[in-house]
């Protein structure tokens, strides 16, 4: 039904910087909200940065200052610009995306397959 590709991520030294993308497809009535999560080896998988359709993000504190999300509505593709990384940015990000589609009632939760973001130091 709904479909979430990421791409951009790779190695990087620390203070480097990084893009994300992440573009959904499928049968899409609208979106409510995409988002980026990561899991590092050994942790629970966290929230990064969220943003809703109106353009309304919420970021984790560790983040604030350093990564920037942004959404292009018409493309169903949101970005995730990450700034000054750090050894422990290094993790696995996954796309999420909140989505009203044609089949079902009500949203549905997709998620990316993940793309390795590793910060060496």
């Known amino acids: 039904q709904v479909q979430l590709v990421e791409s951009g991520g790779g190695l990087v030294q620390a203070g480097g910087s990084l893009r994300l993308s992440c573009v959904a497809s499928?049968?899409?009535?609208?979106?409510?909200?995409m988002g980026w999560y990561r899991q590092a080896p050994g942790k629970q998988r966290e929230l990064v940065a969220t943003?809703?359709?109106?353009?309304?993000?919420n970021y984790r504190d560790s983040v604030k200052g350093r990564f920037t999300i942004s959404g292009d509505n018409a493309k169903n593709t949101v970005y995730l610009q990450m700034n000054n990384l750090k050894p422990e940015d290094t993790a696995v990000y996954y796309c999420?995306?909140?989505?009203?589609?044609?089949?079902?009632?009500?949203?549905?939760?997709?998620w990316g397959q993940g793309t390795q973001v590793t910060v060496s130091s």
């Open positions: 499928g049968s899409i009535v609208s979106i409510n909200n």
């Open positions: 999420n995306a909140l989505v009203r589609v044609f089949s079902v009632a009500g949203v549905i939760s997709r």
């Open positions: 943003n809703t359709s109106c353009g309304s993000t």
